[in-house]
Nanobody, 129 residues
Framework: QVQLVESGGGLVQPGGSLRLSCATS????????IGWFRQAPGKEREGVSC????????FYADSVKDRFTISRDNAKNTVYLQMNSLKPEDTAVYYC??????????????????????WGKGTLVTVSS
């Protein structure tokens, strides 16, 4: 069965960095786009970044642009999210996700939580001094 497992979260000071990993199994990673989402307490789950399966093109939400970098290693069945210059407002549970019909270029076009049907359980990122 399809599984996505996030790891790498933790407590970091403002301005620090973390690298999240999304280990996948049960499907062929290079056939699907992968999205990263986050959900802060009391807020809606929002799309942060995604990477295409066809050409590894990427999308970033304005709030993380130039600070976060998404990448994929199909041989390791893993997608990464490198997060730099972290801010307190980045505090959230971070999830990776995909869907049966989530593939092709322009992955950002369908980066909505209601478009995904496979989710990991999330990893908590806390940015605080």
């Amino acid at each position: 069965q399809v599984q996505l497992v996030e790891s790498g979260g933790g407590l970091v000071q403002p301005g620090g960095s973390l690298r999240l990993s999304c280990a996948t199994s049960g499907f062929t990673l290079d056939a699907y786009n992968i999205g990263w989402f986050r959900q802060a307490p009391g807020k809606e789950r929002e799309g942060v970044s995604c990477i295409s399966n066809t050409d590894s093109s990427t999308f970033y939400a304005d709030s993380v642009k130039d600070r976060f970098t998404i990448s994929r290693d199909n041989a390791k069945n893993t997608v990464y999210l490198q997060m730099n210059s972290l801010k307190p407002e980045d505090t959230a549970v971070y999830y990776c996700a995909t869907a049966d019909d989530y593939y092709g270029t322009n992955c950002g076009f369908d980066l909505h939580y209601y478009d995904m049907n496979y989710w990991g359980k999330g990893t908590l990122v806390t940015v605080s001094s």
